[in-house]
């Protein structure tokens, strides 16, 4: 019952939510989707509103953020973000507002969260990492590069979330504007296939054994791309996916399985 539980809600730019708890109780990292949806997600794993210990805000974007309000003011689920970020989302200082700092970890129950800064360009951007049961499991969605701070966590890390936003080429040769695609491929905007693929290939280490890759572009990524790139870099170091470490690509807009950990 209380083994490590792990599933994506939806992971893209219409929207970001994730759970990790145990079969009676967890977290949200951000909440980007519909209340509605999240209500049935949670019912569909067994649990609803009142389980959840808090809800862990990365940044400010839309997409993140969707359903903090009726998450706070009706459900009172406790949001957890740093003070920049409850400022710009014009939280009031009641109980449900919790207040990180970088590099702090917090204790809630049986869970240690820690957030660390990762670059990219909302409102102080952080990515996570929860320890439970003595594992460490990290998520970074929405980052321009792997910064040392970030790295120092994956290098931690049992089980590690990351983005692989976009293929190169299908960015190169898509519809968005140019100011828009220097702003993906700047150090403020988003990881690509390859940057994923290269930073995991060349640091790996033998306690990591479960990826998943998130926040994947509609426009300028395939799911089979994403997953072939990262593999075969990989492979390129000797590390392979099935036999070294599992490698899952998240939906966009629809849940995964839930993943059970040992």
Known sequence: MDKLRFISFASG??????FIGNA????????????????????EIGLDF?????VFITHDHFDHVKAIPPLKEKYFVPIF???AIHQVLRHEPVPERQILQKNIPVHVKEWVITAFEVSHDGTDNVG?????????????????YVCDNAAHHISQADYLVIEANYDEEMLE?????????ARIRSNKGH??????????AENMHPNLKHIYLC?????????????CTVSDLLAEQGIVVGRDVELVTLERSSPSKLYIFD
Do not use: V, W
């Open 13 to 18: 730019s219409s929207g970001n939510c994730f």
């Open 24 to 43: 009676y109780e967890g977290i949200l990292i951000d909440a980007g989707i519909g209340i509605r949806t999240i209500k049935k997600e949670l019912k």
């Open 50 to 54: 009142s389980h959840l210990l808090g």
């Open 81 to 83: 973000a740093t003070l």
């Open 128 to 144: 996570y990492t929860i320890e439970y049961q003595g594992k460490k499991f990290t998520l970074l969605t929405d980052l321009g």
């Open 173 to 181: 040769t898509g519809s968005y504007p140019a100011m828009l695609k």
């Open 191 to 200: 990881l690509s296939n390859s940057d994923a693929g290269k930073f995991l």
């Open 215 to 227: 926040h994947l572009s509609h426009s300028n990524n395939l799911p089979e791309l994403a997953y």
